[in-house]
């Protein structure tokens, strides 16, 4: 028996266990956080071919009660290279790709399409609002996992046809922004935050039913929560909405021979005289001081700081359009995914070209 054969040796006991398909996965890790790390450690384990880990922040101090691939040593460091380390030594046949970005930046539609699962470990509705609206844009199948303090849930959103995270949500709590909350925080001690064992519990359920989802083996399609205090597990039906705008996929994509490490300026070449691409997230081109006693040019992601002669906080002058933007800034700079799929204006209206 060879070395790869003993090591998954166990799975091959289980009926319907498809090594091989898993092998050939490409899983999107939405979140890298408690959940995200059971999530990664339990498909890495499993045998999925490939992760793409995919958040912003770097490993603090109070993510080591919780998070199974953090160590001391990565406090500081980016959440996603951390787990790529760990995961590097317990699962060395898995590749591990590393996106420290939010997901629009991170991971691109056609990475998305083309993946076999996206897995949503997210701590804020506006996270999640914004991963079903992308999975809606391409068609991508997806599974949300939350935590609560003594419990949590599991969606499975498989069907491109069939209700999405923001079907459950009335156009108010559609239209709200909200920031990712910190366990730490003391205004809501009952309803914030878990504990490893809560992670885990929900992460393990979530994994389980990605697993089955991978191989093509029949899977629940309700939603499940899991409520410790009471010792259940109860399923949870969706539906659609018919009044949920999330539900509009684009169309058809023409490849250009251009990734997200173009220029603007060869990406204005490429799609020709007349074309207008357009972000899915606003492009920072301007920052202004509401006093007038200062303004610069500031082409990159949204941010904000303070006026250097006043110290007041800037306003942000945002485009959708790259139009504005210099000849020689980097798409991947202005917070272009890797693969992205870029809306285009133009005479006919919006048409669509997907970045190699």
Known sequence: ??????????HALVLGFRQDRLAAATVVIAGVGALGNVVAQALALAGVGKLVLCDPDEVAASNLSRAPLFRPADVGRPKVLAAKDTLAALAPETVVVARQAALVSGVGLAEMRDASL????????????SLAGRAGLVRARWIDAATSAWGGEVRPFLDPDGPCYACALSPEERAKSDVPWSCMDPRRPAELGSSAPVAGLVGAWASALAARVIMGEAAATDAVVIDVLRGAAEPLRMQRAPDCPLHAPIGEATRIPLGSDATVGALRAALGPGARPLAWSPLLQRLECPRGDHAEEAWGMPCTRGCPRCGTLMRARTTLLFESAPEGAVLSDLGVAPREILAVLGRVGITYVELS
């Open 1 to 10: 028996m060879s070395g790869l054969s003993e090591r998954f040796a166990r």
């Open 118 to 129: 996206v897995v949503g470990c997210l701590d804020s509705r506006a996270a999640r609002m």
